[in-house]
């Protein structure tokens, strides 16, 4: 090309030129919002709402404004990402260095929820024209508006675009609405010197950009690197396909470790429990001499049973993000093969893909397969040999601490040290 601009979102769909100059799809609105009603929602509509939850913020759960995509996968509301600092907030994933690996604008949800928003209002028969606010007979595709009979006339007078009644899109699932929302969204030029938006169906892969005929012919550095653009997006979308596939091996081996680190958690959590109990019975048996040191070795099994936790809990807290991106990161890809725009890809494959390769180089730590329950074995022959001492060498002992010389020995069997 003989201009190499920087590149820039692709423009919108074009608009009668009847019509101010306004957003073609109403802002998107909450699930739940937008319509009050003396009734609750219907089975469908509590349905829908079920399944589009992945929409909302995943740090506050609530309708995510202006969302962005983290390296991690997450998505959070621009509210939750001024509040993050350094790390995510739901995995804790620390922020990558680099200009490269900042938040992405999430134009895949944004523009899911501008869809379901104008299905909304279509279903509920609360839609009303863009151009008159009148109530709104027909959607138009490809410029996105809702159109009253009265405005339709004009509208197909200049464009002639495919705009279908709103009666008979109401009796369309949501589903099969998106999915046409989808397939008509048109891609442009991205030359932003062309006084009206370009159609294009050519991608070059030299400038990482879609391009009108006459850009393509003028663009003589990248003859052998023009190709078809739903090529080029069915190849990226294969490309997701695939490493989330790849992925799934991983998934298991994180799986399995999560597993393992789980079940080494219960098991420790047993022995504790035993080595608790065992002390308790011996205990018992002296009680009135040894309620000090009860107190010490329990203490002192807490303490080890604090220290192994922490060891297994810091590398299952890994484990635990790393699948949650793993998961995160493949259903994401499917929400986008069933949902996402052609643009929406081109706009977020080489983030994702940047981000599935980054999870592809994850390798989940060796666990410890087993608890060394040995480490608690010391809490018992103290306290054995202890018992030993009140029972059977009481004497003998009385007779150790009333000597100068074994007063100032180091202190053996009977030591209530737990940590010796």
């Known amino acids: 090309m003989?201009?190499?601009p920087e590149p820039t979102g692709s423009p919108g769909p074009q608009q009668d030129p009847t019509l101010p100059h306004s957003p073609s799809m109403p802002p998107p609105e909450s699930l739940s919002e937008g319509h009050q009603s003396s009734h609750s929602d219907s089975p469908t509509e509590q349905a829908t709402e079920e399944e589009f939850q992945f929409l909302r913020c995943q740090g506050c759960r609530a309708e995510a404004k202006c969302p962005k995509l983290l390296p991690c996968l997450h998505t959070l509301c621009s509210g939750c990402l001024e509040e993050s600092g350094v790390q995510c907030p739901v995995c804790q994933a620390p922020w990558p260095s680099g200009a490269g690996t900042q938040a992405l604008d999430n134009v895949f949800f944004e523009s899911l929820q501008r869809r379901l928003s104008v299905y909304q209002q279509i279903a509920?028969?609360?839609?009303?024209?863009?151009?008159?606010k009148e109530p709104a007979n027909y959607w138009c595709f490809e410029c996105e508006q809702l159109i009253c009979h009265k405005c339709f006339e004009a509208h197909q007078w200049f464009l002639k675009h495919e705009a279908r009644p709103l009666a008979e899109l109401r009796s369309q699932s949501i589903r099969e609405f998106l999915d046409g929302t989808r397939k008509s969204n048109n891609i442009f030029c991205s030359n932003p010197n062309h006084r009206t938006p370009m159609?294009?169906?050519?991608?070059?892969?030299?400038?990482?950009?879609p391009l009108c005929c006459s850009c393509a012919l003028l663009d003589r550095d990248h003859s052998e690197l023009k190709c078809d653009i739903s090529t080029e997006i069915q190849q990226r979308q294969d490309e997701l396909d695939t490493m989330t596939q790849d992925l799934q091996e991983q998934d298991r081996a994180f799986a399995a470790a999560q597993a393992q680190m789980r079940s080494a958690i219960t098991q420790l959590g047993r022995v504790r429990a035993d080595t608790e109990e065992f002390i308790r019975e011996r205990v018992r048996e002296v009680v009135a001499h040894v309620l000090e040191l009860e107190r010490e070795l329990l203490e002192g099994v807490g303490a080890r049973y604090q220290r192994d936790y922490e060891e297994i809990a810091g590398q299952l807290g890994r484990l635990d993000a790393v699948l949650q991106r793993i998961r995160m990161g493949s259903v994401l890809v499917q929400r986008m093969k069933l949902y996402a725009s052609d643009q929406e890809v081109l706009d977020m494959h080489d983030f994702l893909r940047k981000a599935l390769h980054q999870l592809r180089q994850e390798e989940p730590q060796s666990?410890?397969?087993?608890?060394?329950?040995?480490s608690f074995d010391a809490f018992r022959m103290r306290l054995q040999d202890l018992l030993s001492c009140i029972t059977q060498g009481t004497d003998a002992a009385l007779s150790r601490r009333a000597s100068p010389e074994a007063a100032s020995a180091p202190r053996d069997t009977c030591s209530t040290d737990p940590h010796r």
């Not at 159609?199 to 950009?209: A, D, E, Q």
């Not at 666990?367 to 040995?374: E, G, I, K």
Request: charged share 25%; glycine share 4%.
């Open 367 to 374: 666990p410890r397969a087993t608890v060394h329950t040995n």
């Open 199 to 209: 159609l294009t169906s050519i991608y070059c892969r030299g400038c990482s950009k």
């Open 2 to 4: 003989q201009q190499d």
């Open 124 to 132: 509920r028969e609360q839609a009303f024209c863009t151009r008159c």
